[in-house]
């Protein structure tokens, strides 16, 4: 995590699958590493004033919990749901209760994919989505939480 009293934080959550990046499927996922993605993001955040706590975790009730603790302590949330993207109405419903900033990334294309990645429940609570871009997906959500969070200031 980096982060200064004065930086507004962002939360980076990722899930399931998501610690394999680098070795699963990299003709779809590429080659770097969740590590690589995070080393990103604290660069971006850097670089934005921002504070970022990066997180991964295979666990729905986790991403859930997360997801309620940003509530009062983070700015927004820039979130990779992986294949709960497509399943979880409870990940939604957390999203939809913490009112918050939200960024939605997936590496992939994912309307270029099966067709059922094709439909994201998070997309429902989700300020913007961001697809089809490799890791640099979250490069740019950060770019636009950062605009988000200042204009609601
Ligand atoms: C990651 C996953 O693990 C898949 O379940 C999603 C997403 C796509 C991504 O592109 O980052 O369908």
Do not use: K
């Amino acid at each position: 995590m980096s982060q200064s009293a004065s930086s507004p934080l962002i939360v980076v959550l990722n899930g399931p699958n998501l610690n394999m990046l680098g070795l699963r499927q990299p003709h779809i996922y590429g080659s770097d590493t969740l590590d690589d993605v995070e080393v990103l993001c604290a660069e971006t955040a850097e670089a934005l004033g921002l504070a970022i706590d990066f997180r991964q975790t295979n666990g729905e009730g986790e991403l859930v919990t997360w997801v309620q603790e940003c509530r009062g302590r983070a700015a927004g949330i820039v979130i990779n749901p992986a294949g709960y993207s497509h399943t979880s109405v409870a990940l939604l419903d957390a999203l939809l209760a913490v009112d918050l900033p939200v960024m939605e990334v997936h590496i992939s294309n994912i309307h270029r994919r099966d067709a059922f990645r094709h439909h994201s429940y998070v997309s429902q609570a989700a300020t913007g989505v961001i697809c089809g871009c490799g890791i640099q997906g979250y490069a740019l959500a950060l770019t636009a939480i950062a605009d988000l969070v200042q204009n609601r200031a």
